[in-house]
Structure formats: C-alpha cells, structure tokens
Nanobody, 122 residues
C-alpha cells in the first residue's frame, strides 16, 4: 500500500506563492500517476492537476498558468508550485495516486494523503 504525506501549506497573501510537497512510500513510485485535489469549506473536492508516470500533465482551467505540477522520482516526491495565489485558492489540498491517470483526473484514486491547509488572504 502506498502512503502519501503532504506538506508545505500555510498562510499567504494574495499574489504570493507556495510550494506543496507530497512524499510517497514505495519503490514503484515512478509507475504511478499523481495528482492534487482541493476542498474548500462547504464545497466538493475539486481536481487541480495531475501528472502521469511518463510526465504528461493535466490542469484544471482555474489554475492554468499559475500552478505547476512536477515530480522527482529519485526522491519519491511530487510537487505543486502555486504562484499568483488568489483567495479562492483557499482550501485543504490533497495528494492522490493511482496507476491509471484517468483515475486521478476523475478523483477515483487508490491512494490519498491527509491534506495540507492553504489559506490565501485578501
């Protein structure tokens, strides 16, 4: 079973930046598609971005041009660089993983992290 642990969340002013990290257990990390989701209070979980095992990336329209997903297979870690943050980006951000990238983009993932809070003040 894969264990995912997010870190890097915090409080930032609008227009600022944060970088989230998701550390994964397992020796087959490079074969998994990885993704990020977020959930604001009172709202449904929302897809943010995903990256396939081969490096292909997918982004929600709301974050295109501002967020960048990347992975370092040697460190078993996926990153989410968030720039030009807006108050509407405030949410708990969750890391997710699955062997099938479509499962990640659709939210039907085998593995989930515990989440990290991102708060953007206006």
């Amino acid at each position: 079973q894969v264990r995912l642990v997010e870190s890097g969340g915090g409080l930032v002013q609008a227009g600022g930046s944060l970088r989230l990290s998701c550390a994964a257990s397992g020796r087959t990390f490079s074969t998994y598609a990885m993704g990020w989701f977020r959930q604001a209070p009172g709202k449904e979980r929302e897809f943010v971005t995903a990256i396939s095992w081969s490096g292909g990336t997918y982004y929600a329209d709301s974050v295109k041009g501002r967020f960048t997903i990347s992975r370092d297979n040697a460190k078993y870690t996926v990153y989410l660089q968030m720039n030009s943050l807006k108050p509407e980006d405030t949410a708990v951000y969750y890391c997710a993983a699955d062997r099938v990238v479509r499962a990640v983009t659709s939210g039907l993932c085998d593995y989930w992290g515990q989440g990290t809070q991102v708060t953007v003040s206006s």
